[in-house]
């Protein structure tokens, strides 16, 4: 036992500006979506996804399953996820009445591995949708080429990816839609919300419409929808927090580079030779007993960690029903060895220090 303080596995940062934000929406008695929404959108859209159109939601899950609406995903439909993400990417592909189809991972990335997706389309697949998972980028440039191929769509679970990019390309400008979620642990906040970002202006009309009962004009619902909205509170935390993400994702990078360089007895995350890693999680694998190295941590060193995911989505209770008999092996080795380690920006030089030091003394202790 250690009398040194807690380490969290993440630690969301609000300050007096977003305090002062929301002060400032709440005296204006305006505070349901409006004007700050609006700038929300344009402010987001410029700084990550180059200008295109741009539409905030509640959250991400709606995020995905409006994106997924208005591209016309619907019953009698597949779409290709990966099982080793939040359950999120396929619920949403569910609530729309298609078929999640899970396919497995490539152990570097821990995204979806373009033979394993190929493999898995059917006559019925509509749209293969990635994870950028842990803010690393998926294979997109393999995945668009197979996509193109088979004539179906491409759609980005870019939850966890705000500012990664490939090639010098952002995630979010490959797939027909994306979505980034601003939930208070992804790498920039709103409370809760999402944002869905596409290259088609009718996409993001449609997600609009679904977004606010089917209306553009006020009482001329033109089709069925939700109430998905996000708030102008929400938006003035957001446009806060969008001005500080950059800095905290240098952090992050940075605090990335230390544990690369000084981890010992831990698999390091690899990243592709142009790819930028915004690292939502700093994730390891320990090949013997990642159980026991999480609760030593935790423990012996008061060092807290996290594990995403540990039981795969096909194996869930919810989603089990599609996916009768599958068998994935990256992704269930990927469930058996993963830990993510504290990466956030408020770590400081000791904290660092100190998780170098109690991983070094957990993994010599279960060599
Ligand atoms: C967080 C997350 C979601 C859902 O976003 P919410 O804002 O929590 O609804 C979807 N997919 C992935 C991969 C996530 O990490």
């Known amino acids: 036992m250690t009398s040194d303080e807690f380490i969290p596995p993440a630690k969301p940062i609000i300050g007096d500006e977003e305090r002062a934000a929301v002060d400032r929406v709440m005296r204006s008695g305006m505070v349901a979506q409006g004007p700050e929404v609006a700038a929300f959108e344009e402010e987001f859209s410029q700084h990550f996804v180059a200008g295109r159109p741009t539409v905030a939601v509640n959250s991400g899950t709606s995020g995905l399953h409006l994106g997924l609406l208005a591209a016309g995903i619907g019953p009698g439909d597949e779409v290709i996820v990966p099982s080793f993400t939040f359950a999120a990417t396929g619920n949403s592909v569910a609530l729309t009445g298609a078929k999640p189809v899970f396919a497995d991972i490539e152990p570097e990335t821990f995204s979806l591995d373009p033979v394993a997706v190929e493999a898995a389309i059917t006559p019925r697949t509509k749209a293969i949708m990635p994870v950028h998972l842990y803010g690393h980028p998926a294979r997109m440039r393999e995945l668009a080429e197979i996509a193109e191929r088979h004539g179906v769509a491409l759609f980005e679970d870019a939850a966890q990816a705000h500012g990664a990019s490939l090639g010098g390309r952002p995630v979010g400008t490959f797939g027909r839609f ?15 919300g999402g944002m869905v970002t596409t290259d088609s202006p009718e996409l993001a009309r449609g997600v609009r419409l679904l977004r606010n009962q089917g209306m553009e004009k006020q009482y001329e619902n033109e089709v069925i929808g939700f109430n998905a909205r996000m708030t102008d509170i929400h938006a003035a935390i957001g446009r806060v927090q969008l001005t500080k993400v950059d800095g905290w994702t240098a952090q992050r990078r940075e605090n990335a580079a230390f544990l690369d ?52 989505n096909h194996r869930l209770p919810s989603l089990a029903p599609y996916a009768p008999g599958l068998d994935l092996p990256e992704t269930e080795r990927a469930a058996r060895e993963v830990v993510s380690l504290p990466v956030h920006p408020s770590l400081t030089a000791s904290d660092l220090d100190r998780i170098v030091t109690a991983v070094a003394a957990v993994a010599k202790a279960g060599a």
Do not use: C, W
Not at 178 to 192: D, I, Q, R, V
Not at 268 to 288: F, G, K, N, S
């Open 261 to 312: 360089a000084n981890l010992s007895g831990v698999v390091i995350p690899p990243v592709a030779h142009d790819a930028v890693h915004v690292y939502h999680q700093y994730t390891v694998r320990v090949t013997e007993d990642r159980d026991g190295f999480v609760a030593a941590l935790r423990n012996e060193h008061n060092v807290g960690s996290g594990v995403y995911y540990p039981i795969p």
């Open 178 to 192: 994306a979505m980034f979620s601003l939930y208070p642990t992804k790498n920039m906040t709103s409370g809760e």
